[in-house]
């Protein structure tokens, strides 16, 4: 093993070999010793219990997150029946005709969502398959951190390319298209997803065994039969993961839709449309100024309820794919 | 007869199986190679924007009415203070709460809770992260809209990049280690200190850097949190030329970061402002990829040195 401070470490043990000859040389009673391994032993306690208490710290963190979005939510449901809720078609609580919806803000998310996803799920599994079955050392070497770089490009920035970008040039296709739409955010949110999609179902892929695809090629596969019907199969449970952590990202991404999808909420399944989806109502509150208390301020925290309810729907759902499609090799 | 049928028909087979595997190979670099550019895109266009706002006032000016003599300097200050209060609360945090995971804690429920735990907080939406803050750190702890608040906010958010940062660095450390600290009379405590830490000390640091990096570039908590977009003075420094040097005033100080003057600047109808976002933007994504990239670069590093 290499370390750098290996020369300090040394100096220290003879130090601490040369304190050792002292003691030897100058009894120590019994009861001294005892003294120092009962304080020894209480200073590891105490660490510990620091330490244990750091790693609780993160389910008091969903503790307080579930607590806030409920005990906000309840006194709103005081206020707005669970049926107007989930049934009215109309999300207008600033108004003074107001209507309290969710439908609308829920059909932003998911439209933009499934654009997303359509763009993402196709586009980063061929890139995961490419990197991980076909491409040779060098490109899987650079193309990797590349991914990873891009993964890591604010939200806003991607929002920027989305609004001033990509609506203009999708309009010079399709002029009727207006300034907002959730089609163009869509889009730039599933090329934002591709570097997550692909490098985890890249990493699921590279985790299947080499005798499987040696076995395939023994019986004269090509490598895509042998991507398509080994490697893929056998590393489904990690493909399942990483698309479930794709459509989590797009039902709770912000930026994009807020500043590329427009904030009326608008209940529609047409992406060419311009519509407000959950997180986008977040955010045009937040950007006002409601005052602590009043019921537009309660409806931000039903909101986001609901969101954390659908992603932890599909955390769920990937939590039991991963047991369901998990593979012994 | 029959035979040459048959080799004829596996002739073809075994070509149109190897046009499959060419199709898709093509498909594979064409896919690459439309998202590699459609980031040079996202670059370029920046940069055709932003580069000509880019001059030393864009850093050393306030935010203004006109969007030529507009600048960034109080989003970048407000962004390093944010960051720094980010990185004073998350990083012991989630190096201990990683360490006790991965050296300290039994194989028990409470264990396997607080694992799933982690799992789930790092794919709840960062809106969600702005909630909780808005109520708790807000309202509940009287914080307001200040430095400290946003700090803490975006904590929360790395805590979960940190801890599983911290334990994958860890694991990668072999037994042998540990068992040659005991060996030698070491305490739990003392094998971490003094053996475990220092040698996951640079995969720690990787997952620190990525997690910075995505708390510089979040945008929504922060505006959950009700930040001002418009801060045209600074917080009071940190550091004071009298006794005692250190000020702590500029923690409740209201403030603007990077991507919140950007998302300011982009929802404005007038161009001249979108070219600021432009700028800003750009400013941005450097710092983000720089962060990136060094993260990338320490870990293949390390891929490299480190033989146990």
Redesign the interface.
Known sequence: ???S?RNDAKSEDMKISAQNMDNRNDVVPAYKSLRRNFR?HI??RI??S???L??????F??F??VY??VS?SMVFFEHVSLREFLTDTQWTPLFDDAHYGILPLVSGTVVSSLVALAVALP?GT??A???SE??PFAVREI?K??????G??????????A???VTPLLQYFFPDLPGFSLLSAGLVMG?MI?PYVSSMTEDAMRSVPMHLREGSYATGA????T?VKVVVPASMSGIAAAYI?GI??A?????VV??AAGMQPNLTWNPTEPAATI?TY??QV??GDLP?GSIGYQT??AA?LT??LI??IF?ILGHLLRKYYREVY | MDHDKNLTEIRMMIARHRRWDRLFLITGIVTLMIAMLIFFALIMGMVIDGMPRLTLDFFTSFPSRRPGAAGILSAWVGTTLVMLVTAVAAVPLGVSAGVYLEEYAPKNLLTEIIEINVTNLAGVPSIIYGLLALGLFVYQLGLGQSILAAGLTLALLILPVVIVATREAIRSIPVSIREGAYAVGATKWQTVSDHILPYSSAGILTGIIIGLARAIGETAPIITIGALTFIAFLPTSPIQSEFPFLSFEWLMAPFTVMPIQMFNWVSRPEEAFQLNAAAAGLVLVVMTLAMNGLAIYLRYNLRKKIKW
Do not use: W
């Open positions: 093993m290499k370390f401070r020894r200073k590891e660490i510990e620091i330490l244990f750091a790693a609780l710290f993160s389910v963190i969903t307080a997150i806030m979005l906000e586009l061929i890139i398959i490419y990197l076909f491409a193309a951190p590349f991914l990873e770089l891009l890591g490009i604010p939200t806003v920035v991607y929002g920027y390319f609004l001033l970008s090329i591709i090509t490598r895509f039969q991507a952590l989590s990202r039902v709770g991404e912000t930026m807020t500043i997180t977040i955010v937040s950007l602590h931000i925290f986001g969101l954390l992603t932890l955390n």
